[in-house]
């Protein structure tokens, strides 16, 4: 008879990786089946061609104050942080291709009242990602119910705050503000500690670290802490059927067949489309699943010779209202003269960006890149080595997308009812944490709240027996 595991989880990535260490904690069987040749889920770090230090084609950011987790196991693990550059100006493009830029942790130069339109959006969603209240009955019924782009509106938004607002959302969630709910969106932020925190670069911001070694290094050392066949690569899962109570049969495409008593499913709501439930999951849980989506977020690393944007007193972050870059960082590593920018295209202009073949695509950042930074196009070109493009959206096993799915206005079904669990399945990953969601920290803590709820129940029914 084949072994059966007290608890068998799909996907090594952050979360699912959690979850069984602290299965292995307390002495619990587990077996992790992922589908890819590796471990780290969405984070993936990746060597520069020329061997200059390593890029993240995934999750990059983390920090040292609020994200205790992921920062836990930088420390563990000897990782080398990287403080993401802020000294200097930040670029900004406008809807008509004008560009210009101002000292960071200021606001772009519009014009007084254009600024002062955008702080009082701005100031109002700080407010409510930040109030209890907003996420009570029936106030948050109420915001369920609107898109994040009718929720700006109806504070006053003008047309610059609504582009500002446009510019957020594609760097959260690469969707338009009316492509999500507006509650969705101030969920995201009060887990970031507010709006502000969620998109500052500096201490205690989201965005204040990178690790020199890559941020995957994260999920390989917690791989080394568990037993050395605990973990399965390049086992994909087809279907997980219930034949009792307390009894599950995982198979996979290889035809293989695991038996366990719970299972924690470590991967995003959209790719459980790649699974078969049998039963079926619970009517909440597939009506979120149908539901979510992601929208079009691609990353565009380009390296360079030097940083030439210091030249010209930038310090390599920029946004524009035209793209197809909707924001752009710094993410070099000096001392090994590894010079990069990363460049994000969201929402429709990365669509439209993803049509182009592929010397037009790197044409077209270049020239941005070059009007953003007041150097124009034959110097970026110059200083050009290559580009590594995210393929996030080709690929089943991250649900054809990145960085997290959110829910559409109107779907009054939120993260906490989709993620209960049913029967004896669990579900964890970042885009179920309270807080950090869509971060490596809010992978981290579902994973043990999972793991958590997996222990309890396993406790309950031995107790029963």
């Not at 930040?90 to 254009?114: N, R, S, T, W």
């Not at 182009?356 to 080595?385: A, H, M, P, T």
């Amino acid at each position: 008879m084949s072994e059966i595991f007290d608890t068998i989880i799909i996907g090594a990535g952050l979360s699912g990786l959690q979850a069984a260490l602290d299965l292995h904690s307390a002495k619990r069987s587990f077996l992790v089946l992922e589908a890819r040749s590796r471990v780290g889920g969405k984070t993936k770090s990746v060597e520069r061609t020329d061997g200059k230090g390593i890029q993240e084609l995934g999750a990059a950011w983390l920090n040292d104050t609020n994200q205790s987790y992921v920062w836990g196991y930088a420390k563990r693990f000897g990782l080398t942080p990287v403080v993401q550059n802020t000294e200097g100006l930040v670029a900004a493009e406008d809807a008509h291709g004008i560009c210009h830029m101002f000292p960071f942790g200021e606001l772009p130069k519009f014009g007084e009242a254009v600024r002062s339109n955008i702080v009082t959006l701005r100031d109002e969603v700080e407010r409510a990602s930040l109030d209890p209240e907003t996420f009570k009955e029936p106030m948050c019924d109420k915001l369920d119910g609107l898109s994040f782009e009718q929720y700006c509106t109806d504070l006053g938004a003008g047309p610059e705050a609504l582009l500002t607002a446009r510019v957020w959302s594609r760097g959260t969630l690469g969707q338009d503000p009316c492509d999500f709910s507006a509650l969705a969106y101030l969920e995201v932020c009060r887990g970031g500690l507010g709006l502000l925190n969620l998109r500052y670069d500096g201490k205690n911001g989201a965005q204040y670290l990178r690790l020199q070694e890559g941020t995957q290094s994260i999920a390989n050392g917690i791989s080394k802490l568990l037993p050395a066949d605990s973990i399965r690569l390049n086992t994909a899962v087809t279907s997980i059927a219930q034949s009792s109570v307390n009894s599950y049969t995982i198979t996979t495409s290889g035809d293989e067949t695991f038996n366990c008593r719970k299972v924690i499913l470590s991967i995003p709501s959209p790719a459980y489309k790649n699974i078969s439930f049998d039963p079926p999951l619970p009517s909440p849980k597939a009506t979120y699943t149908q539901s979510v989506r992601y929208g079009t977020f691609v990353k565009l690393i380009c390296l360079f010779k030097t940083p030439f944007w210091k030249r010209q007193g930038a310090c390599g972050l920029a946004q524009s209202f035209r793209g197809p870059i909707n924001h752009c960082r710094d993410t070099s590593v000096p001392d090994q003269g590894n010079f990069a920018l990363t460049c994000f295209l969201c929402a429709e202009a990365g669509r439209k960006w993803l049509s182009l073949n592929g010397d037009d695509r790197i044409e077209v950042v270049l020239k941005q890149l070059g009007s953003l930074f007041g150097v124009g196009f034959e110097v970026v070109k110059d200083e050009f080595v290559d580009s590594i493009t995210s393929g996030w959206t080709e690929d089943p096993w991250a649900g054809w997308g990145c960085p997290f799915a959110t829910r559409p206005p109107g779907l009054q079904l939120g993260v906490e009812n989709a993620s209960e669990k049913g029967g004896g399945l669990y579900f964890v990953g970042t885009e179920f944490a309270t807080d950090w969601r869509g971060y490596m920290e809010g992978a981290l803590r579902s994973g043990k709240e999972g793991a958590k709820q997996v222990l309890a129940d396993l406790m309950l029914e031995s107790q029963l027996k």
